[in-house]
């Protein structure tokens, strides 16, 4: 597919069909059957959008970085390479002490790639700084919040013998809402993961 396709698909796709192609890239999600995928990622959306309202309802007219700062979060930007084996990182979650890192030279090639136009269309208002802050922000309170870890919600068995059932998580499952936080947050027209297209096209000829 061109560049400008993959981009527009990105775009143009509802949160159900980005949130289910995540799903579906998780190595454990195939366990899961086709009906249950489709309520899990609902459920995964339904809960990072619960959480953002929450967040809104405190905390009126701040951005992400201001929200971090209220609830005891540092943000820092490190020079540390983006990549870790095929992984390559624009932001993270740290938890001990609480904070966000940023990787600048993870999101460089990013910002480079990402024109006025798809800017406008991907991120509306809203920086890609708001965006990953916002991102690892729903990393924190899942950390922080008593609940069940949005993970652990779908859980398959990956051996069974007799009535013991060895589980695994699905981490797909905490992206997604990730995602689908730091869109309702910032009120984005699209669920973040579009800027993926955007960030393969960059790092491959970076
Ligand atoms: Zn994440």
């Not at 809104?56 to 609830?71: G, M, W, Y």
Request: charged residues 20%; glycine residues 6%; hydrophobic residues 45%.
């Amino acid at each position: 597919m061109a560049n400008a396709s993959w981009f527009s698909h990105g775009a143009a796709a509802a949160p159900e069909t980005l949130g289910l192609v995540m799903l579906q890239a998780d190595p454990h999600a195939w366990r899961l059957d086709r009906s249950t995928q489709l309520v899990a990622v609902s459920d995964a959306l339904a809960d990072g959008i619960a959480a953002a309202g929450k967040l809104r309802t405190r905390f009126v007219d701040l951005s992400p970085e201001q929200i971090a700062r209220e609830l005891g979060l540092h943000v820092e930007m490190t020079d540390d390479d983006p990549m870790v084996g095929s992984i390559w990182r624009f932001a993270e979650y740290r938890p001990r002490p609480p904070r966000i890192v940023l990787y600048s030279r993870g999101l460089s090639p990013l910002e480079r790639n990402l024109t006025r136009s798809r800017a406008v269309r991907l991120l509306g208002r809203a920086t890609l700084r708001d965006v990953f802050i916002a991102h690892e922000l729903f990393h924190h309170i899942e950390a922080i919040r008593p609940d069940v870890p949005i993970a652990r919600r779908y859980q398959p068995s990956l051996l069974r013998i007799g009535n013991w059932h060895w589980r695994t998580g699905i981490g797909a499952m905490a992206e997604i809402a990730a995602g689908a936080f730091a869109q309702s947050l910032l009120d984005l027209p699209c669920h973040p993961k579009a800027l993926d297209f955007v960030a393969v096209d960059a790092i491959a000829v970076t």
